[in-house]
């Protein structure tokens, strides 16, 4: 008897933790498909490839109102279409939340903080020195013209000092569920007239500034 009730107490506090989390999936899109990389996207008269597609997600945060409920186990994800990213929080028993809040970027603190580990190590390839901190998002793509031509441009995109501190704040409504997914709009960024200015981004600078802005307009909450 004694052991079946350590049993059904195990039970329920395993179920107790499942429905006190969430999971949060960002997931790049480009004209509906999930962006894999290195396959190859149709468009209206070319097609795309893309190489990499990595950007940092800070301070995650799940709001009910202004009250704040719950905060991710850490400061920054690397998301990265090579590698399979999935942001678990924990929220108290009953919490209700209608908001997501996040970070697009890594902030001055943590970019002057010294050599850091995980998802901040700089042998992931995000990191350009210290004066320029953080790369907060790597586009790279190969265009494939009509005509057989191929363009290549590279957004590496970030800076954390003034002017050109390219961090963004993001906030998206939501209806409260255990499973979130936000869609990253690479297309709709691509298309931008601000961006199709541009084919090579590799420093903070005005340009990398004004991209990031429009970089953070391409996340959604997914309505399926």
């Known amino acids: 008897m ?71 186990t850490h400061s920054h994800y690397l998301i990265d279409i090579h590698q399979n990213q999935t942001i678990t929080l924990s929220i108290p028993n009953q919490a209700s939340f209608n908001q997501l809040r996040f970070q697009l970027g890594v902030d001055s603190i943590t970019s002057v903080s010294g050599a850091l580990e995980g998802d901040l190590d ?7 020195t210290w004066q320029s901190g953080y790369i907060h998002s790597k586009i790279e793509a190969t265009v494939f013209g009509s005509n057989r031509n191929k363009t290549q441009f590279t957004y590496h995109l970030g800076g954390y000092q003034f002017p050109y501190n390219s961090l963004q704040t993001i906030q998206l409504g939501l209806v409260q569920t255990e499973t979130i997914k936000i869609d990253v709009d690479i297309a709709a960024f691509l298309e931008h007239e601000e961006v199709l200015k541009q084919s090579v981004i590799m420093s903070p600078k005005p340009a990398s500034l004004v991209l990031s802005q429009i970089f953070a307009h391409s996340f959604k909450v997914s309505q399926k």
């Open 122 to 128: 700089p042998s992931l390839g995000m990191y350009w």
């Open 2 to 72: 004694k052991k079946f009730g350590f049993i059904l107490l195990f039970t329920y506090s395993f179920w107790a933790q499942a429905q006190n989390s969430v999971s949060i999936r960002f997931e790049p899109i480009y004209n509906q498909f999930r962006l894999e990389p290195n396959l190859i996207y149709p468009n209206l008269v070319d097609s795309i490839q893309f190489q990499e597609l990595k950007f940092y997600i800070g301070h995650v945060q799940l709001y009910n109102d202004d009250s704040l409920v719950a905060i991710a």
